[in-house]
């Protein structure tokens, strides 16, 4: 019913942002990687939503990036996996991290979120990564599909990421690590990178 709301932010905590549109002001639930991106309050912003209708209630979710909104879908189907896991998991691993990770068959980093123990983590996984391997996520550009292999890496980056891995580190905290750093960098020097980056964050 919601694609989106472009309006002034005129709340946020964190947990909540509300977004002003021609006088009526929407709240809408939001992930702590949103909240990072949120403009100053009473400036403009653009959220990408996704309405929850219940027996009970109607909730309003926003997101900052059409990954992330369909990262939370996608882990919302798998069962156990409430709109507030899904936020939670959303809140500590990035959408990118996030497929990464089921990808990589990854469960360990998704334990990281609040409320997501080893078996529904095992779940998550088993649930969608199929789905993902397959291409069934199919968004636009700049979306999960397109940001994977960015993520992920191949050749030195690749490489690189395995040896983190081999450290102790999970791969999706290598990936995230290594995520920003030139492709022509030698496998040496991403891993001194990755490494700074990961202790720093300890």
Do not use: W
Request: charge should be negative.
């Amino acid at each position: 019913m919601y694609y989106s709301l472009r309006g002034t932010l005129t709340a946020s905590d964190g947990r909540m942002a509300v977004v002003e549109c021609g006088g009526v002001g929407y709240l809408c639930t939001i992930s702590l990687q949103t909240h990072g991106s949120l403009p100053p309050l009473g400036e403009q912003v653009m959220l990408y939503t996704y309405l929850s209708v219940r027996e009970d209630a109607m909730e309003l979710y926003g997101f900052a990036t059409l990954a992330e909104r369909e990262c939370f879908k996608m882990l919302t189907q798998v069962s156990g996996v409430g709109a507030k896991v899904a936020v939670a998991i959303l809140s500590t691993l990035t959408a990118d991290q996030v497929a990464f990770s089921i990808l990589a068959g990854d469960s360990k980093s998704l334990t990281a979120a609040p409320g997501v123990g080893p078996k529904l983590a095992q779940r998550i996984v088993l649930e969608l990564k199929d789905k993902f391997a397959k291409g069934q996520a199919e968004f636009s550009a700049g979306s999960l599909s397109a940001s994977i292999p960015a993520t992920v890496g191949t050749g030195n980056r690749g490489e690189a990421i395995a040896a983190l891995a081999a450290l102790g580190y999970s791969q999706a905290e290598a990936a995230a690590a290594l995520a920003d750093c030139a492709e022509d960098l030698s496998v040496e020097d991403l891993i001194r990178t990755g490494l700074k980056k990961l202790a720093a964050r300890l």
